[in-house]
C-alpha cells in the first residue's frame, strides 16, 4: 500500500484498526493508550509492511539529525511498548518480527476498513507492479474478503460472549479488618483464604478467613510471619518467619497452635513458598551465607527435611516466588536481577530440569505466580504497563493477555484449586515528602511538615545544593520516573520519561545535573539529565553489570557509583564526569558512596551484610562506623560532618530518625515518625533540613472476584 493511500485510511490487522490520520490505535473498537514514538513505530512498519525496515531508517524516519537521544534503548524501549498494547511477542511474534542484526518487520494480516475504497483494481494493479513488495501481499485481498465475511459471522457471537463472561464477574472486598491484608492463599477447596495481617498497634500474623463472612481466625501472632500456603488437604498451613538474617519455614494446624519449624537458613532476597500437591515437600528460595544475593528454587521434604535445589540461576540472580501447577507436574516462579526491579516468570518440570522463560519484559512482578485450576495458565502481577494488573500466560506457547476483573492495582494473586474464583491484594497508598528542620545538630526546631504531597507514591527523595529544589522519583503517571518540586511544593516537573524504573536521583554541587539509576532492562544503569529540560543520556560504566546508586565529589569531578557483576557483591567506583574509565575504590562490597565534607573519606554502605563503612579517599583499610542500618536500608542515611542522620528501626511498629555523633560515638534520637515511613531519607547541604518520606495513608485490602475463568 502506498504512503498516499495510507494516510487517509484506517489500517486493520487481527483485532486492531490503526487510524494513522487520528493517531490512534484501538482493538475492537476500544482506544489503546500508545505514547508517540511507538505509534510511529507502527505507522512506518505498516507503511511497509511485509519489508524489513532497518534500525537505519527508523533513526531517519523518527529522530531528527540534531536530536541527541540513546538511539539503541531508545528504538528498543519504543519497540517493547509497542509489542505490550498489541499483546506481541518478540520470540513468537504475530505482528512485529525482529530481523536478527537489521531491523523489524510487520508480519500481520493487512485488510483495509473500507473494502470499496482498498480493493478496486487500481489498488489491485498498484500492488502487483511492485515486485518487492509482492511476496506476503498477492494474498491480501483474498485474505480480507475471507476475513471479512468471517468477522460478520463471529462478531455478534464474540461480543455476546465478551460481554456476558464481563457481566458475571463480580470484584468485592473479601473481609474488612483494620490495618494490612496480604500475601493471600487459597486452601484447595476454595472456602478459606490465608493471609498475612498487620494493624500497626503490634498485632501482625497470619490469618485465615472464610470466603463467604466475616469471621477470622489468628493462627500466629509473630511479627515477622508471612507468605502463607495449604496442604493439600487443607488442615495445615505452611508460612515463612523473617527474623533478622534467618528465613525459617513453619507448618502449624489451620487452627492455629504448636508450630513446627521444618526449614532455617540465610534471609533470602526473595520470598513466597508452595506446598506441593502430593503433600511431600515444600518449595521455597534458599540462599547462602556466601552468596546472599542469589538464591535457587529448592524444596524440603516435609519427612526428613532433606534439601533439593531445582534451579541453578545465574551468578547475581534470584529464583523466588515458586508455585507447583496443580496437577503437580509443573513449577512456575520468577527470576530476577539482583536489583528486584528486572523480573520474569519461568516455568520448569516439578522434579526438576530446565527452565522455560515465559516473559521478557524485565519489569517488576508483584508476589508469586498462581496457576489456574486446569493447570494450563499461570496468572501473575506486573506492572508491564503503566499500571499493576494480573496477567495471564500460557506455557505452552508463552501467549499473553491481560485479565479482566481485578479493579486498581492488583497484587499477589491466588486461585483455588476447585472452584471459580480469585484473590488477590489491592494496595492504596499515599506518601508525601516531609521536612525536619534543625535547630541545632541534636535538635529539631518544629513539628516536621510535608513539602510534596501529590499524588503516587514517592522515594529517596534529595534536596538540592542550594536547598531551593527537591528531586525525587515517584509513580504518580504509572511509571517510575524522577521529578522536581520547589521546596514550597510548587513548580513540579518530570525530568524523566523512560517508562521503565528511574530512581536515586543526586544533584550536582551547581545544580545543573541530576545523575540517576535506570533499568532499561536486565541491569540497571547510571544515566544523567541536564536541568531543566535536558535529555537522559547513559553514563558508560561497567557493561553487563548492575550499575546504580550515583553520588557526585564535591568538586563535580568524579560521579561514584555501585556496581555488582556475578556473584561478587557490589562495590564502589568511580568515573570522570566528562568521561573516562572507571576506577575502582572497594574490595570488600559497597553501595551508596558519600565523600565526607573535607574529602578525606568515602563512607558507604553495604547491600551484603549491612552497616555504614568508611575508607580513606586515598587508599587504605576499610573500617565500619554504623552497625544499625540493614542491608536493605542502604538509601536511609544522610553524611554530615559531625554524623551520620538515619532512620532506625526499633520494636515494631517504632522508627525514629537519630544521630550517630562521631565526637561521642553515641546515638542521639531526634524524632519519632508518627507513621510508617517510606524509602529514602536526605540531608540539605548546610545540615539544616532533613527530608524523608512518610506513608500519610496506606492500606491494603483483599479483593475476591467471583466467577472467575
Not at 117 to 142: D, F, K, N, Y
Not at 275 to 297: H, I, M, N, Q, Y
Not at 431 to 452: C, F, G, Q
Not at 534 to 560: K, Q
Amino acid at each position: 500500500m502506498s504512503e498516499t493511500r495510507f494516510a487517509s485510511a484506517v489500517v486493520c490487522f487481527d483485532v486492531f484498526e490503526v487510524d494513522l490520520r487520528a493517531g490512534e490505535l484501538r482493538k475492537e473498537g476500544r482506544r489503546i493508550k500508545l505514547q508517540e514514538q511507538p505509534f510511529r513505530v507502527l505507522s512506518y512498519l505498516l507503511e511497509r509492511a511485509g519489508d524489513v525496515v532497518t534500525r537505519e531508517e527508523l533513526r531517519e524516519k523518527l529522530w531528527s539529525a540534531d536530536t541527541f537521544v540513546d538511539f539503541d534503548h531508545s528504538l528498543n524501549s519504543a519497540v517493547a511498548r509497542l509489542r505490550d498494547a498489541l499483546r506481541d511477542s518478540a520470540d513468537k511474534p504475530r505482528f512485529v518480527e525482529t530481523v536478527a542484526k537489521r531491523g523489524y518487520r510487520f508480519i500481520g494480516s493487512l485488510r483495509p476498513a473500507n473494502p470499496l475504497l482498498e480493493t478496486s483494481q487500481p489498488a489491485i494493479q498498484e500492488r502487483a507492479v511492485v515486485p518487492r513488495r509482492a511476496a506476503g501481499r498477492m494474498w491480501m485481498t483474498a485474505a480480507f474478503f475471507a476475513a471479512l465475511f468471517s468477522a460478520v459471522a463471529i462478531w455478534p457471537w464474540h461480543r455476546k460472549s465478551a460481554d456476558s463472561q464481563l457481566s458475571r464477574i463480580e470484584v468485592v472486598p473479601l473481609i474488612s479488618m483494620r490495618g494490612f491484608q496480604a500475601t493471600p492463599a487459597f486452601s484447595p477447596s476454595g472456602t478459606l483464604v490465608a493471609f498475612r495481617q498487620s494493624d500497626f498497634a503490634g498485632n501482625a500474623g497470619i490469618y485465615a478467613a472464610a470466603v463467604r463472612g466475616e469471621k477470622s481466625v489468628q493462627v500466629t501472632n509473630h511479627p515477622g510471619d508471612c507468605c502463607p500456603t495449604w496442604s493439600p488437604d487443607g488442615d495445615q498451613i505452611a508460612f515463612t518467619r523473617y527474623s533478622g538474617k534467618t528465613f525459617s519455614i513453619y507448618v502449624v494446624s489451620a487452627l492455629g497452635g504448636t508450630e513446627r519449624r521444618v526449614y532455617e537458613g540465610t534471609a533470602s532476597l526473595g520470598s513466597g513458598i508452595s506446598w506441593s500437591p502430593d503433600g511431600k515437600s515444600l518449595a521455597f528460595p534458599e540462599s547462602s551465607p556466601s552468596e546472599p544475593t542469589r538464591s535457587a528454587v529448592s524444596t524440603v521434604s516435609l519427612a526428613d527435611s532433606s534439601i533439593q535445589a531445582l534451579t541453578a540461576p545465574p551468578p547475581g540472580s534470584l529464583d523466588h516466588e515458586p508455585a507447583f501447577s496443580p496437577d503437580g507436574t509443573k513449577i512456575a516462579f520468577i527470576r530476577s536481577s539482583v536489583a528486584g526491579v528486572s523480573n520474569d516468570v519461568y516455568v520448569m518440570p516439578a522434579p526438576g530440569g530446565q527452565p522455560k522463560r515465559l516473559t521478557f519484559d524485565n519489569r517488576p512482578i508483584m508476589g508469586p505466580p498462581t496457576w489456574t485450576a486446569d493447570s494450563r495458565d499461570i496468572v501473575f502481577s506486573s506492572s508491564r504497563s503503566a499500571t499493576t494488573g494480573l496477567w495471564r500466560v500460557s506455557p505452552d506457547d508463552g501467549t499473553l493477555r491481560p485479565m479482566a476483573g481485578p479493579l486498581g492495582d492488583a497484587k499477589w494473586p491466588s486461585i483455588p484449586a476447585k472452584g471459580n474464583s480469585l484473590v488477590y491484594e489491592r494496595w492504596i497508598t499515599k506518601a508525601n515528602i516531609y521536612r525536619l528542620d534543625l535547630k541545632d545538630t541534636k535538635h529539631y526546631e518544629k513539628t516536621p511538615s510535608a513539602l510534596v504531597s501529590e499524588k503516587g507514591y514517592k522515594a529517596r527523595p534529595e534536596l538540592s545544593a542550594n536547598g531551593k529544589k527537591i528531586a525525587f522519583e515517584s509513580d504518580r503517571l504509572g511509571f517510575w520516573d524522577i521529578w522536581t518540586c520547589d521546596v514550597d511544593g510548587t513548580t513540579c516537573d518530570q525530568v524523566t520519561d523512560l517508562h521503565g524504573t528511574a530512581g536515586r536521583a543526586r544533584w550536582s554541587a551547581d545544580g545543573r545535573y541530576i545523575a540517576f539509576e535506570f533499568h532499561p532492562g536486565e541491569r540497571s544503569e547510571i544515566y544523567l539529565v541536564e536541568v531543566p529540560g535536558g535529555e537522559p543520556h547513559l553514563v558508560p560504566t561497567i557493561p553487563g553489570a548492575d550499575n546504580l546508586s550515583p553520588s557526585w565529589s564535591h568538586d563535580g569531578r568524579w560521579l561514584y557509583f555501585a556496581s555488582k557483576q556475578g556473584s561478587e557483591p557490589f562495590q564502589i567506583w568511580k568515573i570522570p564526569f566528562h568521561g573516562g574509565s572507571p576506577i575502582r575504590l572497594t574490595n570488600n562490597g559497597g553501595i551508596a558512596p558519600e565523600e565526607s565534607p573535607d574529602g578525606r573519606y568515602l563512607y558507604y554502605a553495604k547491600y551484603e551484610q549491612g552497616g555504614v563503612w568508611r575508607m580513606p579517599l586515598e587508599g587504605g583499610e576499610e573500617s565500619e562506623v554504623l552497625e544499625d542500618i540493614e542491608g536493605h536500608g542502604w538509601a536511609e542515611w544522610a553524611l554530615r560532618a559531625n554524623g551520620i542522620y538515619y532512620l532506625k528501626y526499633g520494636k515494631y511498629p517504632q522508627v525514629s530518625i537519630d544521630l550517630f555523633e562521631f565526637a561521642s560515638a553515641k546515638t542521639i534520637p531526634i524524632w519519632s515518625l508518627e507513621k510508617e515511613p517510606g524509602w529514602g531519607l536526605s540531608m540539605s547541604k548546610d545540615g539544616k533540613s532533613i527530608v524523608y518520606i512518610q506513608n500519610e495513608f496506606s492500606e491494603s485490602n483483599l479483593m475476591l472476584v467471583k466467577n472467575f475463568r
